[in-house]
């Protein structure tokens, strides 16, 4: 049963969700988009997991971890509406798109159509695959502040050529916080016999969907950022029916073409963070993936508003709440973003990260579950003067 619905300014209620953190109490941390910290259940499960696989060594890989990682699987099966055999963890989204987009059946001459706000190392992978497989990339400009979801898939659609294979799409724009149309993107590439790979590295447990609902066949995802899983988890799905379409990226001749596990053939891999995914899951759905969504939002939402009209400020996240999530970005005019983000940290002990947005920079802020008002208070002060 779903939890009820929470207010996302009920700060009684999310007062006490703050309370499940431990962040560090010199600096107010504004950067959780590399990755989210676990709650303390979380931590605490993650200990006593090591602790276990310390004590009991090879006898807790080799006769426990198959039947308990099968209970992780069936609790992220039952989370993402994904089939378990669709599933595979691996360490983090960067490594699902290494192994859809190394593995993936290209012939020479095949088009790619990608973002120029795509994760750099997603588009460094498809370049160097381009090079060996002698692909073309093609590169789009999506708008900041798009008017409508059609506007977007316009976009990718008059950029598709007859020669277009693949259709990368970054679920959540890391850059700016944008959350991109993926399905109607899916159901139009879709219609043309093209598949989407989906980067969906941010959006998991930020905004509220399944994965069949995003209409793709490919998609990687991070459990270590909004799922609040240990870090060092990811996840990679891959629709039953094209598992046997990609290739091993790490050596595999034990497993059938369609089984998803000739895909995850890493070796030994610590167990303890892969068995905390469970209590991460567990934590997130006494929340709710609504609540958690609106939360967030109000969190980018209360900092933006307050500092939309300051003379200097601007901001590179859509206006429409409905297209943000927690991630949003600005800049101050005349001063450079590496400049604010250093100044946010010396002189207001602030942490922030710059990011490349086009051929300019911002300050990226992402507020976590744990970030009060009164951290957004203190960042729209230290914006204001900065602007001033």
């Known amino acids: 049963m779903p939890p009820p619905a929470i207010a996302p300014d009920d700060e009684h209620y999310w007062s006490a969700i703050r309370r499940q953190y431990t962040p560090s109490p010199g600096f107010i941390n504004l950067e959780n988009g590399y990755f989210g ?65 190394q593995g993936y059946p290209f012939a020479a001459g095949d088009a790619v159509l990608l973002a120029r706000h795509d994760y750099d190392s997603v588009i460094d992978t498809f370049g160097m695959v381009g090079e060996r497989r002698s692909l073309r990339l093609v590169t789009v400009d ?26 990368l799409v970054t679920h959540l724009v890391h850059r700016t916080g944008q959350v991109m149309p993926l399905a ?62 990609i290739a091993p990226l790490f050596g595999d001749v034990g497993h059938a073409p369609g089984d998803i596990v000739k895909l995850g053939h890493f070796s030994a891999v610590p167990p303890a963070p892969v068995l905390a995914i469970e209590d991460a899951l567990r934590f997130h759905a006494a929340i709710g993936t609504p609540n958690k969504e609106a939360r967030l939002r109000y969190l980018a939402r209360y900092w933006m508003d307050r500092v939309r009209d300051v003379p200097g400020v601007r901001l590179f996240t859509p206006r429409d709440a409905r297209r943000h999530g927690a991630l949003a970005s600005f800049g101050i005019a005349g001063m450079a973003a590496r400049d604010v983000a250093e100044r946010l940290m010396r002189d207001h002990r602030i942490f922030t990260v710059v990011r490349g947005i086009g051929d300019e920079e911002c300050v990226r802020v992402t507020p976590h579950l744990y970030t009060s008002p009164d951290d957004l208070d203190a960042l729209v002060a230290a914006i204001r003067a900065l602007a001033g």
Not at 208 to 233: C, I, R, S
């Open 184 to 245: 109607k993107i899916a159901a139009m590439a879709r219609r043309r016999g093209i598949d989407v790979i989906a980067d969906a590295a941010h959006s998991l447990a930020h905004i509220d969907y399944t994965v069949p609902a995003l209409g793709v066949e490919f998609a990687a995802f991070n459990l270590h950022k909004w799922v609040g899983a240990p870090l060092g988890t990811g996840l990679l799905y891959i629709a039953r029916h094209r598992i046997a379409d």
């Open 142 to 167: 999506v708008p900041l502040d798009p008017g409508s979801d059609e506007e977007i898939v316009d976009l990718y659609e008059r950029a598709i050529t007859p020669r277009t294979r693949v259709v």
């Open 37 to 101: 910290p676990p709650a303390l259940p979380v931590k605490a499960a993650l200990r006593r997991y090591q602790e276990q696989v310390d004590r009991e060594n090879s006898y807790f890989l080799r006769v426990r971890f198959p039947e308990r990682l099968e209970q992780v699987m069936a609790a992220l099966a039952a989370f993402t509406g994904a089939a378990r055999d669709e599933l595979l963890i691996t360490r983090n989204a960067m490594e699902s798109l290494n192994i859809l987009v």
